[in-house]
């Protein structure tokens, strides 16, 4: 019986490595091209996927990263058919974000500067499309203090931003972003609440590993605004923003 123990207690111990030394193994293929063969060694299903290689070294990947899975492949087989994939489930899962913006705009032909903040919440859809909801404000002082005729401006912006994910490599995520809603505008010359229609167009680019990434952007707003409710005098704005997503 004694001699029985060793024995039992080296299965136990080897059964880690089985997956390497046998011959299946898992593979993440990753939606950039990459690919990754070892062994799953942990998943939140639709969230993270961790897997070890040969040699020892781990990878952890998000869900919106991968491809698809495979597992129990053969070692020396080729590459998955069709029939062998497991696709991870998309799943919807709120996101956050938070921008600083300054730019810049013209009124009537003179310069003014626009800083604030912009609040964004949204439903990842999916992989490629993230719609949110964003509520800023935007306050634009002229660059004159002493010489001007254009009166400092508040911005309200309330739009929907349309969120394209075009390309993902690494830690790095590259967005197109289109922005339609209505905008007010209050002091200026004119006393009282004014407004109308924007829209805008941005690129943005996140960066980091984790959940939480840095937000790099740059958009131009087209505001309407006049105290009728569509507006009649357009105002361009461009923003330049550093914020954070989640």
Do not use: C
């Amino acid at each position: 019986m004694k001699s029985l123990i060793p024995a039992v207690l080296g299965v136990i111990l080897l059964t880690p490595a089985a997956g390497f030394a046998g011959g299946t193994e898992d593979v993440i293929f990753l939606k950039d091209g990459s690919v990754y063969r070892g062994i799953i060694v942990d998943e939140v299903p639709g969230e993270t996927y961790k897997i070890e290689i040969a040699g020892g070294s781990v990878f952890v990947f998000e869900a919106a990263e991968v491809d698809y899975i495979s597992r129990g492949l053969e070692k020396e087989g080729k590459a998955p058919s069709r029939p062998g994939q497991e696709t991870p489930p998309e799943t919807s899962r709120l996101s956050f974000g938070f921008r600083a913006v300054v730019g810049s705009t013209y009124i009537n032909e003179e310069a003014l500067i626009p800083f604030g903040g912009l609040l964004l919440f949204g439903l990842r859809a999916h992989a490629v499309y993230t719609p949110s909801l964003a509520v800023g404000y935007v306050r634009t002082e002229p660059k004159d203090g002493d010489h001007r005729s254009v009166l400092a401006h508040s911005f309200i912006p309330i739009h929907i931003q349309n969120r394209f994910t075009f390309y993902r490599g690494g830690s790095m995520k590259m967005h197109s972003e289109f922005d339609v809603g209505y905008g007010l505008v209050y002091g200026g010359s004119k006393p009282g609440q004014k407004g109308g229609f924007l829209y805008g167009f941005g690129q943005a680019m996140e960066l980091g590993p984790g959940k939480i990434r840095v937000n790099l952007s740059a958009t131009l707003y087209v505001q309407h605004y006049d105290t009728y409710y569509w507006g009649a005098e357009p105002m361009l704005m461009f923003l330049g923003g550093v914020g954070f997503s989640v």
